[in-house]
């Protein structure tokens, strides 16, 4: 049984918390990450107190940067099917000469405005007459 157990909920001071697990939903880039997780939830709100878990921290920092990873590769392969250099795609993006470069490596990550227009370009690669 945890400290928490039992005790007044903090938080809203209507319910009583109880030990337990429950089984979430976290967003990172519009990817949705799921877990369950441990701690003391209360019984009026739902909200509690979390307990930490090192292996479940690794798993979701995996997960992030798969996600990284995956968005990397997927920026790569548009660009390569438009047929542009990691120059021009900067400069179509809006970005430093060297953006791309860093994004493919994963040393940086576009915000969502650059992933938008390339994933809209990867559905319509006649739209990028429209912007060169």
């Known amino acids: 049984m945890s ?3 039992g005790k007044a909920c903090h ?3 209507l319910g009583t918390l109880h030990d337990g697990k429950k089984t979430t939903n976290q ?9 369950e997780i441990s701690g003391a939830f209360c019984d009026h ?8 878990d090192p292996a ?13 990873a995956d968005e990397a590769a997927e ?3 548009i660009r390569k099917k438009l047929k542009l250099s990691q120059v021009k795609a900067a400069r179509l993006a809006g970005g430093g000469k060297n953006a791309f470069s860093r994004y ?5 990550k576009p915000v969502a405005a650059v992933t938008n227009l390339f994933k809209l ?11 060169q």
């Open 3 to 5: 400290k928490w157990n």
């Open 11 to 13: 938080l809203c001071g």
């Open 27 to 35: 967003f990172y880039r519009e990817h949705c990450y799921t877990t």
């Open 45 to 52: 709100c739902g909200d509690g107190v979390i307990d930490f």
């Open 56 to 68: 479940e921290e690794e798993r979701w920092l995996s997960f992030r940067r798969q996600v990284d």
């Open 75 to 77: 920026l790569f392969r």
């Open 104 to 108: 493919e490596r994963g040393q940086a």
């Open 121 to 131: 370009l990867d559905k319509h690669p006649e739209l990028i007459k429209e912007l």
